[in-house]
């Protein structure tokens, strides 16, 4: 693995959000008069920008889906945010990695202001050079522009530059901007999804993306 910058993923790559975003989720569907009392039902909006997520699943239009987004922010920015956990070994690659020299970031479709508070309350924001995520209007929540803008910023080369993820939206804003992209198989994303954006790397557990990363 001889990539002098590595892009990460935030939900179902470093952490696992799932109770504090199908909560979330849960309770902007209330506000808007819909039950949905199965959390496991919600679990595919992990990963995707929200209010793209809110239109496809439950048919909002646009106006509709920013009220479900706002709803959602209200608890979510309260608790939510807090309603999770890093993943075991996630902390060990990070140290890893930074031992290595190599330059790391994160770049998320949440809104930056979000990620950076999870990342500060859960101790790994200083494995971080900039944790890159989307503004609270919506812009860069793609992953195509959010990876193009960060690489702008950042000056940083495709050809030396890895990103990694659990979902579709990270492999697909890879291949765009002309990075590698490595597929992780314990988050969110099944394995048809993944394996369907043909990833340099498909890697099933976090030991053994450590373990890429040790072999060089």
């Given at each position: ?8 993923d ?44 809110f ?7 646009e ?50 202001v ?48 890895l ?13 765009r ?21 043909q ?18």
């Amino acid at each position: 693995m001889h990539y002098q910058t590595v892009l990460f993923d935030l939900d179902g790559t470093l952490t696992d959000p799932r109770e504090g975003i199908t909560r979330s989720i849960q309770f902007a569907l209330s506000k808007l008069g819909i039950d949905e009392p199965d959390l496991t039902k919600l679990e595919h909006f992990i990963g995707p920008p929200l209010l793209q997520a809110f239109m496809q699943f439950y048919d909002f239009d646009e106006p509709k889906a920013w009220e479900a987004v706002n709803f959602y922010r209200e608890r979510f920015k309260v608790t939510g945010l807090y309603e999770n956990r890093v993943f075991d070994g996630v902390m060990p690659l990070l140290e890893t990695l930074d031992g290595q020299g190599r330059q790391l970031y994160i770049a998320t479709s949440k809104p930056w202001v979000f990620a950076r508070e999870i990342a500060r309350h859960f101790g790994f924001d200083r494995h971080f050079k900039v944790i890159y995520g989307s503004e609270l209007d919506g812009t860069r929540t793609d992953k195509v522009e959010l990876i193009a803008h960060l690489m702008a910023e950042e000056d940083l080369d495709p050809a030396t530059t890895l990103m990694i993820g659990d979902r579709k939206h990270d492999l697909i804003g890879a291949r765009r901007n002309g990075l590698d992209a490595a597929a992780v198989g314990y988050g969110f994303g099944s394995h048809e999804e993944l394996s369907a954006e043909q990833p340099a790397y498909h890697f099933e557990s976090l030991a053994e993306l450590h373990q890429a990363f040790l072999q060089g």
